[in-house]
């Protein structure tokens, strides 16, 4: 018998199982809302090396052993590495990548990167290639800044509509056999384009992306926003959340009170992130804290995740290019749910 496959989305047969996950923010996260969440908080956003740069490599490192140490397995039993991060190159997942002794596989979704990490761990896993997969992405508010946007030193002020790149990393470890929540499927997004060329508006540049992956998803599993207890965004911010929400309505989805965004959620309201938080370790954080904790426990049972990615470059943005967005979602559903 055959995956059951449905245009953009894949309904596995082997659900994948997410034996181990672990998550490592910065000190401004640690503040957060979600602090008790987290698996480790660093009080120091250089994680002890000289650079930022550096620093965003060790929070790979550390989240990939942490989730290897909670699966309760060796780093010899992990068939393969699936990672990326916003740098040019990937230079945080491919350099992290060298300290493991694991075949590597570099992904780029942008900010949709943990999402889109899982869902081709997921199809790999499923699909009986490999027994164990890890999955992970990473981002670091100074190398982002720098990368993207303007010098640290020059302390520019923010626009009303930019957002606080998260200083974060999330790893997750997926088995074909074990115990723990389940990638039931996964739908893959397209590029779509809303016209956006401000570099610091990005919930407004990915919103489109996201309406589409969720309509899609909607319409091939034939579900509707009320059959998950939780629908989580990645990093749309406050504005970009409230432009989903517009957009949905019109094409007949209302998506109500099961609708939440990381990058809202991450923060509190008096950190000064205008809207909210950004970055690949904005839905990775919080998904390998939170939502698989309360998945785990029961308190969730059936979850669909998606995490939206800008694909500008540094070039593109100085060229003046529209920003195109994407997003990517999977299915996760408790074990006390089977």
Not at 110 to 125: F, I, K, P
Not at 177 to 194: E, L, M, N, S, W
Request: aromatic share 8%; charged share 20%.
């Amino acid at each position: 018998m055959k995956n059951e496959k449905k245009e953009q989305t894949i309904i596995f047969k082997n659900k994948p199982i997410i034996i181990g996950h672990y998550s490592i923010v910065g000190p401004k996260e640690g503040k957060g809302n979600l602090r008790e969440y987290f698996s480790e908080i660093s009080e120091d956003d250089f994680f002890g090396q000289k650079t930022y740069e550096k620093a965003e490599r060790v929070m790979i490192e550390r989240a990939l052993s942490g989730a290897v140490k909670n699966a309760g397995i060796d780093f010899s039993d992990v068939r393969l590495f699936l990672a990326g991060d916003l740098l040019n190159q990937i230079i945080s997942s491919s350099y992290a990548a060298r300290s493991f002794d694991i075949p590597y596989v570099g992904v780029f979704g942008a900010c949709s990167t943990m999402a889109e990490s899982l869902a081709l761990g997921a199809c790999l896993v499923d699909g009986g290639h490999f027994d164990t997969v890890a999955c992970a992405t990473s981002s670091h508010f100074s190398t982002a800044e720098r990368q993207f946007r303007s010098p640290l030193e020059l302390g520019n002020q923010r626009p009303p509509t930019s957002q606080w790149t998260v200083t974060g990393s999330g790893a997750t470890i997926l088995s074909s056999k074990g115990h723990g929540p389940r990638i039931t499927c996964a739908t893959f997004g397209k590029v779509t384009d809303f016209g956006i060329a401000d570099v610091n508006n990005m919930g407004a540049a990915m919103a489109p992306a996201a309406m589409s992956t969720l309509i899609a998803h909607f319409r091939c599993t034939k579900t509707k926003p009320e059959d998950y207890d939780l629908i989580f965004s990645g990093d749309l911010g406050k504005l970009g959340s409230e432009i989903l929400i517009d957009l949905m309505e019109k094409e007949g989805y209302k998506l109500g009170l099961n609708y939440k965004d990381c990058g809202q959620i991450i923060y509190k309201r008096n950190q000064n992130v205008l809207m909210g938080g950004s970055g690949c370790g904005c839905s990775a954080s919080v998904l390998n804290s939170i939502i698989l904790k309360r998945l785990i426990s029961g308190e969730y049972k059936k979850v669909l995740f998606m995490a939206t990615g800008a694909l500008l470059s540094t070039l593109s943005c100085q060229q003046g290019d529209t920003v195109p967005g994407i997003a990517h979602a999977i299915v996760i559903e408790g074990e006390k749910n089977e």
